[in-house]
C-alpha cells in the first residue's frame, strides 16, 4: 500500500534509495534527504510494506505569487500505478493559492504535465550538475 506524507520530519536517508536513475551525477541519498527537508514543500509517497520512500515532489515558494517545483520522481518499479500523479495533484493542492507555478522537465514529460493545466513556456536554466 502506498501512503502519501507532507511531513517529512522523521524520514532517513535510508528510506530514499534508488532514485536519480540516469542522472549523470545522481544525488547520494544523505543529499537527496537534505534536499528536500530544504524545500519550502515536499511530499513523499511510502510503500507501507517497506517503509521506503517510492516517489517524491518537492517546491520552492514566495507563498504569494510564485512557486517552482524543483523536481517529482518516481522509482522505476512504481511508474505506471498513478504515484507521480498522485503527488503532482497533492502538490498543486497545496500550491493552489499560488498566481503562477512552474517547473522544468524534458519534452517527453510535457504530456504528463499537462494533465493538470500546465503550458509549455520558455525559460533559461544554469545546470551545474553536469560536469
Known amino acids: ?7 517529512i520530519t522523521s524520514l532517513t536517508s535510508e528510506q530514499i534509495q534508488g532514485f536519480f536513475v540516469g ?35 518537492a517546491a520552492l515558494t514566495d ?14 518499479a512504481y511508474q505506471g500505478q498513478g504515484v507521480g500523479k498522485a503527488l503532482m495533484t497533492q502538490m498543486l493542492d497545496r500550491l493552489s493559492h499560488i498566481q503562477t507555478i512552474e517547473l ?18 520558455g525559460g533559461m536554466v544554469l545546470r551545474r550538475r553536469e560536469p
Open 1 to 7: 500500500m502506498i501512503e502519501y506524507r507532507s511531513d
Open 23 to 57: 542522472w549523470q551525477n545522481p544525488f547520494p541519498p544523505e543529499t537527496h534527504l537534505r534536499m528536500l527537508l530544504g524545500s519550502d514543500l515536499a511530499q513523499v509517497a511510502i510503500d507501507t510494506e517497506s517503509d521506503c520512500v517510492v516517489g517524491f515532489v
Open 63 to 76: 507563498d504569494v505569487q510564485g512557486a517552482f517545483i524543483t523536481l517529482l520522481e518516481v522509482l522505476p
Open 104 to 121: 522544468m522537465c524534458d519534452a517527453d514529460l510535457v504530456p504528463f504535465y499537462e494533465q493538470f493545466g500546465m503550458k509549455p513556456s
